[in-house]
Every structure is written in structure tokens, then in C-alpha cells.
């Protein structure tokens, strides 16, 4: 039985050692420039790309035949995607379950809607490659995934919400608020799956201590965390530090955000997955 975890890239996990991985590129659209998000991109030349270029630029989800590539020829497929209330990667993602169901009897896909994105997914595919190490069937790691991710959380602070805005995929009035100065918005993801702004805060120090206090208020108790930043090593540095204060020990790793989430999050911006 070959078992493979497949995610999209908005998890900005591009591998996975010790386990059978692949993921699903999306895709980053300024005119005549395609950004594919894929392992290794060149992200300065996105983000200057994206500066020079005048007029709207956009995302696209990967399609049935990008995620079917993904499953390749695995017998059971463990499959987590972007939040289906902002991409239609997950709808894709099912049909191409149901297809590759269709075509290859016997095999099993399973295909969660993270309601998330990001480390949020990141801990969910840290999850599946314990679930298939520890050798539980197919059965057992969807009710298993289906049960953490109740307990998972994501949170954010952001500086730009620009193209959140102009991608419709936040309230105008809330990115309006990022837009000045020196404010960042602190928010989670919503049971929904839809971005919730829970806090505006002027500087970066506040925005910190107004994190750490959203993920408290969500049950943050010591669990694994992970963060992902757009060329901000000093917000990882400053939140890493609170809760260290309170959590030695704490499983704690952070990366830089890879394309999809460098587009949305913006520089300057955080993401945060966690246990609750
Ligand atoms: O299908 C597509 O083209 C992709 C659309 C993705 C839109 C949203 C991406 C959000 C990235 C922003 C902050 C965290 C928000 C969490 C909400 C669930 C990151």
C-alpha cells in the first residue's frame, strides 16, 4: 500500500521528510508574468515584479489535473487545502478525488478543507505523516485529521492587506485600517474559513503581545506553534521570545512564507499555526 500526503502550496511545505509528499502549485498572475509557487521560487523577483507592474494582478488554484499529477499513483491519498470560502482549490481537489477514485478501484482519497491556510496546514501535514508512521488505515487517519483540526488554530498580523482587497477576499474597510501606518491588523481564521480582523494595533510590539493574546484566548497552552513570515525574522524573534517566557520548551519552528501567502500576507506579515 503506498500512502502519500498531498497539500497545496499555500502551506508553504514544498517537502516532507520520511514520508511520501507532493503538493499542488498555485499560481501568482501580474500581466504577462505567471509566478509559479513551487520549491525554491525566486520570491524577490515576485515581489519587485509585482511592484513594478501597474494594473490588477490575481491568483489562480490549481485545477483537477494539477492535483490528480499530485496524487500520482499512490493507493491512499491524504489531501489538506486552502480554505474553501477564499479558493476553489478544495472544490477541485474533490473532483479530482472523485476522479482518481473512479479510475483507480480500490484506491482512497481523503481531502480535508483546512478552513485555513498556511502553518495551520503545516501542522495538519505534520499530523498525516505521524498518522501513516504510526501505520493507522485510511479510516483512522481521516477521523484522526477531522479531530485535530478542531484543535488547530491560525492566526495573524499583517501590514498590507492590499491584495486581499483587490482579490476580494476581505472586507475593503478592514484593509483600509492596515493601510495607515504603522498599524497592523491582528486576526485569525474564522470557524468559516473567511479572514476575522480581531485587532488593530499601532506598531509591531503591540501586535506581538495582541497575538500571543489571541492565541491564549483560543487555548494556547504550551502546543506546537508554527510561523510563517514574509521577511520578518523580528516578528518570529519577538513572539518565539513570549512564549518561551512561558513555555520553555515549546515545539517552535518557523519558515518564510512561499508565494501564495508572500502575494497575500504581504511583507512585513505573520502567519501563525497553532495548537489549541
Ligand atoms: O484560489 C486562489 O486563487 C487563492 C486565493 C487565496 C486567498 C486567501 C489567501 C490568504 C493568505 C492571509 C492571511 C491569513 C488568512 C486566513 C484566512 C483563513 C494569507
Redo the contacts with the bound molecule.
Sequence with gaps: MKYRIVADS?SNVYEVEGVDYAYAS?KIVAGDNTYVDEKDMNLDEMIAGLKAHQGPSR???PNISDWLDAFGDADVVVATT??SN????YNAAVQAKNLYEEEHPGAKVYVKDS????PEMQLQIERMKEDILKGMSFEEICADIDEYAKKTH?A?S?ESLEN?AK?G?VNPLIAKAAGVLGVRVVGK?SDE???QQLHKCRGEKKAVVTMYNVMKEHGFAGGKVRMAHIYNEGIADALEKLIRADYPDADIERCQCGG??TF??EVGGM?VGYEG
Excluded: D, K
Excluded at 477564499?86 to 482549490?89: D, N, R
Excluded at 478552513?115 to 498556511?118: A, I
Design positions: 499555500s498555485l491568483t489562480s488554484c486552502i480554505t477564499l479558493s476553489g482549490a478552513l485555513s491556510t498556511g491560525l495573524f499583517l486581499l482579490n477576499r481564521a474559513g473567511t479572514l501564495l501567502c497575500y500576507a502567519l
